[in-house]
Each structure stands twice: as structure tokens, then as C-alpha cells.
């Protein structure tokens, strides 16, 4: 990364934490770091990937979670316009990867009609990194060669996304529902309604890829009780289809 001296502003990177391993997270985003002034991040950054950040940078903790925010989105990205005024190097450390139900995307367009100059660094996405720490691939020659990612968060700020479920029910082998826990109890029947039968497969898998995984499995018929008598709770994907069938086969 070359730094203009002659800018009269710096550069916001948005960099993707990856899921939660920090060994996950690449070598260019460790590199950004290592070098960053001011790094704000969200809460589920690992407190690994935290600790490799430079330690005379300014650290703001920007985090959103489910009932608890500790900035809005316009707060943060006004932050990272002042910040990018003040400092050469600004990361905005998410989650993730910053684009796949990141709001990497609202980020980018706000500052660059600042004039800040913007880089994406992309990060491994929980959608395919959780199931593959669960020994379940997203595609398979025989079994999916199709996959939707997609939010189950239908409340996100002013855009309220009106996800036809009955429409992705046969529209892929695969479905991998982010942030859905809270509304699987309208996900599902939806999904039953737009032609999956209720013994398909489904996996929810918790705090995916730190030693902390949980995995739940069942059927769209079953899950929900599943849900309720475990006390199974949000961070979690979910995924649905004959993928999950296919770890359950190999550990017969």
C-alpha cells in the first residue's frame, strides 16, 4: 500500500475481520493493522485479531449488535469522514467481509462523495467459513450446485428488506440464511409454504469458526422446537439443504 504524502486526506480501508479464527484473517489485512493511526471496529472482531492492531493507534469500538448499539451507522460513518481528515491510515475493521451484509457497501458511497479515498480488503464470509468448520460444504457435485446467501434480518435501519422466502425455497440447493435465528419462526414456514419439504435438512451453527462453535441440527420440521428447548441463540447462520445431510452421512 503506497501512501501519498501530497494528500490532503487519508485513506479509509475497509477491511473484513474474516468469522471469528484469527488465523482466517489475511496477511494484507494484518499488514493494515499493524500500520493503521485509527482502527474502528465492530463487535464481533475477535479479541486475537484486536490484539494485533498497532498499539499507539486510536481503537473506537462501533459495534452493532441485536438491542445494543454503540453507534448508529450515520454516527460511524461521520466518524470515519473526521478521522480520515486527521490520519493517513483509517481501517474499519468488520465482521466478516465487509460487503456481504456487512454495510461495507453504504460505507464506501458516503465517504468516497467525501472525497475519501476508499480500499476494500475482502474478508472470509461466515456464510461459507462456519459450515466448512462444520465439515459442511455449501456446494457439492452431487448433492448442490447452487447456493442463495441471504439476511433473515428484516429490520435494518430504513431499508427493510422484503425477502421472498417461498421464491428462494426451491431457487437453489442451498440456502444460508445470515442473522435469521430471531425470525426463524416466520423463516421457516415461509420457506415450507414456497415448496421445501419439512424434513429437509437445516444446520444452526453458533460463534462460527472459534472454539466456541456450537452446531444444531434438524429439519424445518423440528428445528424450531430444537431452538426453544436448548436455548439456542443469535450470533448464528443457518443452513439448509441436502449439504447438511451429507456431514451426518459421513460421521454413520
Not at 74 to 94: F, P, S
Not at 211 to 219: D, I, V
Amino acid at each position: 500500500m503506497i501512501i501519498n504524502e501530497s494528500q490532503k486526506v487519508g485513506k479509509v480501508y475497509l477491511l473484513g475481520a474474516g468469522p471469528g479464527d484469527p488465523g482466517l484473517l489475511t496477511i494484507k489485512g494484518k499488514t493494515l493493522l499493524e500500520l493503521a493511526e485509527v482502527v474502528i471496529y465492530d463487535a464481533l472482531v475477535s479479541k486475537e485479531i484486536l490484539g494485533m492492531i498497532n498499539p499507539y493507534a486510536e481503537k473506537i469500538n462501533a459495534g452493532k449488535r441485536r438491542g445494543n448499539h454503540s453507534l448508529l451507522q450515520l454516527e460511524t460513518t461521520q466518524l470515519l469522514i473526521q478521522k480520515a481528515k486527521e490520519h493517513a491510515i483509517v481501517v474499519r475493521l468488520k465482521g466478516g467481509d465487509p460487503f456481504v451484509f456487512g454495510r461495507g457497501g453504504e460505507e464506501m458511497t458516503d465517504l468516497m462523495a467525501e472525497g475519501i479515498p476508499v480500499e476494500v480488503i475482502p474478508g472470509i464470509t461466515a456464510g461459507i467459513a462456519a459450515p466448512a468448520y462444520a465439515n459442511i460444504p455449501v456446494t457439492h457435485r452431487g448433492y448442490s450446485s447452487s447456493v442463495t446467501f441471504v439476511t433473515g434480518h428484516e429490520s435494518a435501519g430504513k431499508y427493510r428488506p422484503d425477502v421472498n422466502w417461498k421464491a428462494i425455497a426451491l431457487g437453489s440447493e442451498t440456502i444460508v440464511i445470515y442473522m435469521g435465528i430471531h425470525n426463524l419462526s416466520h423463516i421457516i414456514p415461509e420457506l415450507k409454504e414456497g415448496g421445501l419439504d419439512e424434513k429437509t435438512q437445516i444446520a444452526l451453527i453458533r460463534w462460527g469458526t472459534t472454539p466456541a462453535q456450537e452446531e444444531l441440527y434438524g429439519t424445518l420440521g423440528d428445528i424450531l422446537d430444537q431452538v426453544e428447548t436448548t436455548g439456542f441463540s443469535a450470533p448464528a447462520i443457518a443452513i439448509i439443504g441436502k449439504v447438511v445431510g451429507l456431514k451426518m452421512k459421513n460421521q454413520e
